[in-house]
Structures are given as structure tokens and as C-alpha cells.
């Protein structure tokens, strides 16, 4: 056998070489963006592909596949004609054999046909185990596709127990029935979220580094400006004009500010360290985010009222750039959609082993339609303000991340209000004890972070740093 090493099956997903995924599909348009996805990660890792397939869907499946790949990609393609299994079997080894040779990594894909007659179940198993032996061999990485509609649950559980990995449209799991009945691990985003989840990485990895070169840029002449405007008010003596000094200095802080929750927010999106858990303090945290919001208030002519009974010892388990980020983009939303000259309010105190959180306006509101689409990634209740419509929906991931869970009250012209509920650690603790669970690993929240992106999937704020 091969030996076994770290290999690609997505750009950032790495599984060792010579492991196999059943996969069991739904819908034909979805395998085919599977298979796609499988093919252009292949050519971006110089892998080799074969696809295993009887000669009509093969063929078919090739020329659909020419308007989603470039000709590069598709010339790394090698199909099998799966119709005679011997023959197969026999040509499969051959290609791989000559990969080989040439010191050429491969991945491999087939397609199993199934079909009613008895005893087939059977005889499919002992053909897939044999191909699976020659792929063992070689240490291909390979999915093996059935019909989930026409495949019998006898089989699947028979797929499952020679498979390391169970591939659906849309996630992929470890086999908990493989060779022995381990524990099943977390779920991933298929082969297709996978790679439109790496693309969208990517995409705001590039965001991010233009953000780090303009912030620099402008923070330098901010910092000037902000250093003169402080010294000539303290130089002046009639009160109309420090009032206009004191809000030059008030919109330096604010882009500041802005600027900071933008960081921040990519920096969620793109980095997995940023979701990793541990025990925080929110008192100290919700002072900072309030001091940040006091400012953007009084540009925008909006009172910030704050009612926190909190002692300072309550503990949550989260992280600290997280929570910051939830309540100043519940503030931010609230301060943004209210009229000038009204007030927005902040309560945080501790009731039934969690920790409250509740900002409320007396803004423009929304429709109960408008409610349900509030933290869909990219909606937005108004054009006509700023922002991407992203910031809500990473509140949301954030909120179900730390196990809590937000609730909404809005109606049209009369405001709205945002509860965030979370538990307290000790609650955290004795919930994990009761279920027997361990505290989420670093690879569990990088696969939240990835899921935040995948799911309609995850976020950044615009300047306004809100989402709705």
C-alpha cells in the first residue's frame, strides 16, 4: 500500500491520501457542481483525475462540464467506461499504474450504477471493495457516487462501513460505521460549498489586505488632524466653537472606529484562531463597545442610554472580538436607523443562568417580512443607508457559536428591540458534564468559521458596520 500523507480534497480541507468518500446524491445538477468542484481542485493541486463512469454519462457529463472548466482542467481529466467491470478494473490500474510512474497524484471519482435485481447489493459491495483495493494500492483520493434514491439502505449501510468519509449534496461527515464504529466527527461543507467557501476566503483575504494598506494610509492624516483639533480647543475659549472642535474630533474617532470594526470583522471571516473559545468577562468588553458607540452617537445626533447591572465577575465562554463585534453592530444598526435627536438603549444584566443583552430604538422599524430576512447574509430593510447587509448575519453565527440565541420585536414607524440571551460559563460547564461533551476543538470552530461563509453563507461590514 501507498504510503499514507496529507493530501488536498479541497484547497482547505486536507485528508490523508488513500481515503475514500461515499457519496450519495440527491439531485444531478448538484453532482455535477460536485464533480466539478471535485475536477478544479484536482487542476489546482496538479492532480490527475479519473472518473469511472459508463461511456453515455461520462460523456455527457464531460460536455456539461465544459462550460463550468477551463480546457486546462478538463485535460487533466482521464474517463473509464465502466460498462464491462473487469475491463474497468483492468484500465483503471493501468492509468494509475502509469501515474505511478511518473510520480503523478491522482484522485479518482465513480459513479456506481444501481439497479433492482437480487443479490445485486452483494455483488455491487464486492466490486467496489475490489476497485477500492487497487485505489488503496496507488493511495488515491476517491469518491464513490450512487443514487441515493435508487440505492437500498442496505447498501448505503454497506458503503458506509468500507468508506472513511459520507459525501450528501451539500456536507460530508466521517463514516461513523467505517471499519470500526467510531464516533462520528463534525460536519463539513460538501466539495461544491467547499469551494465557493475558499473562493469567498480568498476574496476577503484580499478585501482585508487592502483594508490593512488604507487604513495605515488614512489613519496617519486622521491622527494629525485630531492632534491639532484637540490643541486649538484648548486654546479656545468661546463654547460654539469648541463644540465644533469637539465634533471634528468626534468624526476622527469614528472613521477610526469604523475602520477597526471592519478589521475585525474580515479578520472573523478569514481567520480561524478569532472563533476559538474561552472564559470572558463582558463587563469590561460591553464598557469598551459603549465608549466606541457614545462617539457614533453624537455624530449622528443620537443619545446613547446604558442601564448595565453587571458585577464585573460574570463569565461567558467566547471570545472577545466576537462580542464586541455582536453588541456594536446591535448598536450600530440601532443608532443608524433611529431619527435625529432620539435615544438608543442599552440593558445587560443576568437572569436564569444567562446573560442579557438587550438594544432598543425608536427608529423607522420593520415589517414582519422584513424581520424574517433580518440575518440572511446580504439583506438589507434599507438602500437608502449604509452598509453591506452583512452585519447581522455575523451577529447571528456569532450568537449560535457562544450556544445562545437572539430574539427580535420590530414594527414599522415604533422601533425595534434586540434581546441576545447567552449562558453563563458555569451553565456552559454543566451542560457539557450532563452531555458528555468536550469544549469545542480548534478544528470545530474552524469548521464554524467556514460554515459562516458557506451558509448563504458569512459577513463584513460596511463603514456603517450593520448588517440590516
Not at 488536498?8 to 486536507?14: D, G, H, P
Not at 443514487?147 to 463514516?175: K, N, W
Not at 436607523?337 to 432620539?342: F, P
Not at 438589507?380 to 437572539?406: A, P, T, W, Y
Request: aromatic content about 6%; some cysteine.
Amino acid at each position: 500500500m501507498a504510503e499514507r500523507r496529507q493530501i488536498s480534497l479541497t484547497q482547505r480541507l486536507q485528508i490523508k491520501s488513500g481515503e475514500h468518500l461515499v457519496y450519495f446524491y440527491s439531485s444531478m445538477e448538484a453532482y455535477i457542481r460536485n464533480l466539478a468542484s471535485f475536477i478544479k481542485v484536482g487542476h489546482a493541486c496538479k492532480q490527475q483525475v479519473i472518473i469511472v463512469d459508463n461511456q453515455e454519462r461520462c460523456a455527457g457529463m464531460l460536455e456539461r462540464l465544459r462550460g463550468q472548466l477551463s480546457k486546462e482542467a478538463l485535460g487533466r481529466v482521464q474517463a473509464v467506461d465502466s460498462g464491462d467491470r473487469a475491463q474497468a478494473a483492468d484500465q483503471l490500474d493501468k492509468l494509475l499504474r502509469t501515474f505511478a510512474d511518473k510520480r503523478q497524484e491522482v484522485r479518482v471519482w465513480r459513479h456506481a450504477d444501481w439497479r433492482k435485481p437480487q443479490g445485486r447489493a452483494a455483488r455491487m459491495h464486492a466490486y467496489d471493495c475490489a476497485c477500492g483495493r487497487i485505489l488503496d494500492a496507488y493511495g488515491c483520493v476517491t469518491v464513490c457516487a450512487f443514487d441515493g434514491e435508487a440505492a437500498p439502505a442496505s447498501l448505503q449501510t454497506a458503503m458506509m462501513r468500507c468508506h472513511e468519509y459520507f459525501m450528501t449534496d451539500e456536507e460530508i461527515v466521517v463514516s461513523g460505521l467505517y471499519r470500526t464504529l467510531s464516533a462520528p466527527g463534525p460536519a463539513i461543507p460538501g466539495l461544491a460549498a467547499q469551494s465557493e467557501l475558499e473562493s469567498e476566503v480568498d476574496g476577503y483575504r484580499q478585501k482585508l489586505d487592502f483594508i490593512h494598506a488604507v487604513s495605515h494610509e488614512v489613519r496617519n492624516p486622521l491622527t494629525v488632524i485630531k492632534a491639532y483639533a484637540s490643541l486649538v480647543m484648548s486654546k479656545v475659549q468661546d463654547a460654539g466653537d469648541r463644540d465644533k472642535l469637539k465634533a471634528i474630533c468626534d468624526y476622527v474617532m469614528e472613521i477610526d472606529n469604523e475602520m477597526t470594526h471592519i478589521i475585525n470583522t474580515e479578520q472573523m471571516l478569514t481567520s480561524e484562531a478569532l472563533w476559538r473559545k474561552k472564559p470572558i468577562q463582558p463587563k469590561t468588553l460591553l464598557a469598551d463597545v459603549i465608549g466606541i458607540m457614545e462617539v457614533k452617537g453624537r455624530t449622528q445626533n443620537i443619545r446613547l442610554e446604558t442601564h448595565v447591572e453587571l458585577s464585573g465577575a460574570e463569565t461567558i465562554v467566547g471570545n472577545a472580538i466576537g462580542f464586541r463585534l455582536t453588541v456594536s453592530n446591535l448598536l450600530s444598526n440601532a443608532i443608524k436607523y433611529s431619527q435625529e435627536g432620539g435615544a438608543v438603549r442599552l440593558f445587560a444584566y443576568t437572569e436564569q443562568r444567562q446573560l442579557v443583552v438587550v438594544v432598543e430604538d425608536d427608529g423607522i422599524g420593520m415589517s414582519e417580512a422584513q424581520t424574517a430576512l433580518l440575518f440572511r447574509k446580504y439583506e438589507k430593510m434599507n438602500e437608502d443607508r449604509g452598509g453591506q447587509g452583512i452585519g447581522l448575519f455575523m451577529v447571528k453565527k456569532l450568537v449560535d457559536h457562544f450556544r445562545g440565541s437572539i430574539g427580535v420585536w420590530s414594527r414599522p414607524n415604533e422601533g425595534t428591540r434586540m434581546t441576545v440571551q447567552l449562558p453563563l460559563a458555569y451553565a456552559v460547564a454543566e451542560h457539557e458534564a450532563a452531555e458528555g461533551l468536550r469544549p469545542q476543538h480548534t478544528a470545530a470552530a474552524a469548521l464554524l468559521a467556514a460554515e459562516a461563509l458557506a451558509s448563504g453563507a458569512a459577513d463584513a461590514a460596511g463603514l456603517s458596520g450593520a448588517g440590516a
